[in-house]
């Protein structure tokens, strides 16, 4: 799938706008999603780099990608745990790349892998996620709560 065909990257939620997250490629044969992000100074610390729990963002939005384009957007990811290691800073106004793959899709359990780098193909932040696998909430329903 190209970008072209994902323009706007219509798998994301409304924080997809925030993060600025485009979509580049869809592998269906290693079920993994390549986006590009452009780093918004509002994303950023007083040390010019993105806060890590923003970077949680960028990697977790990458990771749903991949899994919401893997089941024709029908599903989607609901984070149970989610393990970061933040490697570099990610300065404002970067070019970052994400790599979202779905590792193992079962029926009650999803393991999901993501890395970020820049233009350089530099590491910049890798994440593992175990997720649940919930039908995709359709765009304006109210929110279904807590199921924890």
Not at 23 to 48: I, K, P, S, Y
Request: net charge negative; aromatic share 4%.
């Amino acid at each position: 799938m190209s970008a072209d065909a994902h323009s706007g990257h219509e798998t994301g939620s409304p924080h997809s706008a925030l993060l600025g997250s485009e979509l580049l490629n869809w592998d269906e044969g290693t079920q993994t999603a390549t986006m590009r992000f452009t780093v918004q100074e509002q994303m950023c610390t007083w040390r010019g780099g993105v806060q890590g729990g923003l970077v949680a963002g960028y990697l977790d939005d990458v990771m749903g990608c991949a899994y919401i384009t893997s089941t024709g957007g029908k599903q989607a990811p609901l984070n149970l745990e989610l393990s970061m290691s933040l490697i570099r800073l990610i300065p404002t106004g970067a070019v970052i790349t994400g790599t979202g793959r779905v590792v193992k899709a079962g029926r009650r359990v999803l393991f999901l892998e993501a890395e970020l780098h820049d233009e350089e193909g530099r590491v910049l932040a890798r994440a593992t996620s175990t997720a649940i696998p919930t039908p995709k909430p359709q765009s304006g329903a109210p929110p279904a709560g807590d199921t924890a």
